[in-house]
């Protein structure tokens, strides 16, 4: 076992080292978006933390900063989280190429599976034990995705700057009390983070 699986996440202070595009490389990152999306149930942040505990914590290929930059821009595009994380990860290391490969990887095992099940799904969908594995995967898949909500907002708590954490705030209440559109209030959260990030440019260069 590598060090890397050893080190628990909060204590990996290592930069992110992109590896060398090559033959190896390609089938590397194909077999890993593969058996990602082939272990994968419930949707599409439970393979962004299971990416991230691959691509980050053992490959060291991106960083924390980099995955959740690429989880902001798979959710606020257009289709599934999922394949959007894998084409982002997939061109951030080898550009188009590694787009196309890392998002075949991440569609093949749930178009060979849903073929499957839909030839199937006459004969079992009233079967009481596949409907009992389905409702037992429920509470699994609850707690991942609150596991991969935690690993990426430590690193914005971990910056001890107010106004993340308050946008974090008001766009939670926004959405989960005022039901608010997602699309409105990333919008409003985007424009915000532009405003502070030129008002920090603009204290920089007078310092």
Request: charged share 15%; with cysteine; net charge positive.
């Amino acid at each position: 076992m590598t060090r890397s699986l050893l080190v628990p996440d909060a204590e990996r202070t290592t930069k992110a080292v992109k590896p060398e595009v090559n033959f190896g490389f390609y089938l590397k990152l194909f077999w890993t978006t593969f058996t990602l999306s082939l272990f994968t149930f419930g949707g599409g942040f439970v393979i962004i933390s299971l990416m991230r505990k691959k691509m980050v914590v053992t490959l060291n290929w991106i960083d924390d900063e980099e995955m959740m930059d690429f989880v902001t821009i798979a959710q606020s595009s257009p289709g599934p989280i999922a394949l959007n994380g894998s084409l982002m990860v997939g061109y951030h290391l080898a550009n188009i190429p590694g787009a196309l490969i890392a998002g075949l990887g991440t569609i093949l095992p749930p178009m060979i599976i849903l073929t499957l099940v839909s030839l199937g799904y006459e004969a079992v969908k009233s079967n009481p034990w596949i409907a009992a594995a389905f409702h037992g995967m429920r509470p699994v898949v609850a707690a991942i995705v609150l596991q991969v909500t935690w690993a990426l907002l430590k690193p914005v708590l971990g910056k001890k700057k107010i106004a993340p954490i308050i946008m974090l705030v008001l766009a939670f209440i926004a959405l989960y009390f005022f039901k608010v559109n997602i699309m409105l209030v990333m919008a409003i959260c985007v424009a915000v983070a532009v405003i502070l990030s030129l008002v920090e440019i603009q204290k920089a260069g007078r310092g």
